[in-house]
């Protein structure tokens, strides 16, 4: 029988799932919609799908999240504070029409909460988070922008004497593979974060053994929630991600769309919980570069790169915050 904390933070760690969703839906679909590939509608669908049937392959990323950030038997309180902080900072950032990362808003939520539930640094598995956090934070874009600009150099190279009409007309078709392609790694990335944190929770509750994996259940519902969020989109994150970085064809969108499924596949085979936003961006980044570099609109790159500067350190205070406020009620 599951306590009502409980239950409380297995709901709220969906409706996190849900935003997630909505949130990185233009990870996805932003490409295929403004090149003219799909519509917006047929975009979405195809997102929500392959979002579903991403979040059912693995639990690498997820038992990162459960086991190898934190230390400690957290209380349950603690769990829906980091899940809380996360939501805040990913409803700002959607409100905003930034893409920031909704992976690093649940683990910064996490660390600070772990850290002022336990009073000390001691609780959170460092060399875990360096590894598995940070460096995948910095090697991951990189990876996403020069997968990005070999791919469209590739492309350039082998459809040197097509004419622009011809490969536009190829590259719209193949837009289809690389969107379903991207949305499927974005749910087995993306999704697991939210079933590591449930898995959290029925361990610290005494509701499942520490030994065990993620319930089926467990996928089920995020890859269901996920979906359902996903079906919503994200408009304005689209946008930006869209249009706002560079101008972008079929060849270069499918390119970008190729290069941040590979890069974001590589590290879910890692375990690593990596942001789809950032590798998906970067990779626009690294198309709009093989073109030129006066291609990127590096003003609005600098701005991105600021959300995801501060998305850790935010949403750390603010899962310590709502810790402390929480504690002064129980």
């Given at each position: ?279 998906i961006t970067t990779s626009?980044?690294?198309v709009g570069t093989a ?40």
């Amino acid at each position: 029988m599951l306590s009502g904390i409980l239950v409380a933070v297995i709901i709220v760690a969906l409706i996190f799932e849900f935003i997630n969703g909505f949130h990185d839906t233009a990870n996805a679909i932003a490409t295929s919609v403004y090149t003219k590939a799909l519509t917006a509608k047929n975009a979405i669908l195809l997102a929500a799908v392959m979002n579903f049937l991403g979040a059912l392959v693995s639990e690498r990323v997820a038992m990162t999240i459960s086991k190898g950030i934190v230390s400690i038997e957290l209380e349950q309180y603690v769990i829906l504070a980091a899940l809380l902080a996360a939501i805040i900072w990913n409803l700002i950032t959607w409100w905003k029409g930034i893409p920031s990362s909704s992976s690093h808003a649940l683990i910064g939520g996490l660390i600070g909460a772990t850290i002022v539930y336990g009073m000390s640094l001691e609780n959170i598995i460092w060399s875990g988070v360096m590894s598995k956090v940070v460096i995948p934070l910095f090697t991951s874009p990189i990876l996403g922008f020069c997968l990005g600009f070999i791919c469209l150099k590739g492309i350039f190279k082998l459809f040197a004497n097509w004419s622009q009409n011809k490969v536009n007309k190829v590259f719209l078709k193949l837009q289809l593979v690389s969107a379903a392609f991207v949305a499927f790694s974005h749910g087995n990335n993306d999704a697991q974060k939210t079933m590591g944190i449930i898995t959290l929770a029925l361990i610290t509750g005494g509701a499942l053994e520490s030994t065990s994996g993620v319930p089926l259940w467990v996928k089920a519902a995020c890859a269901t929630v996920m979906a359902l969020g996903t079906s919503i989109g994200g408009w304005k994150i689209m946008k930006t991600m869209g249009r706002g970085v560079t101008k972008l064809e079929p060849a270069s969108g499918f390119a970008a769309q190729t290069a941040s499924a590979i890069s974001i596949e590589m590290m879910t085979f890692l375990g690593a919980p990596v942001s789809t936003t950032q590798i998906i961006t970067t990779s626009i980044m690294g198309v709009g570069t093989a073109k030129r570099a006066s291609a990127v609109k590096w003003v609005i790159a600098r701005e991105i790169v600021k959300a995801w500067i501060v998305t850790l350190p935010i949403t750390m205070l603010l899962g310590g915050a709502l810790v402390y406020i929480m504690q002064a009620f129980i």
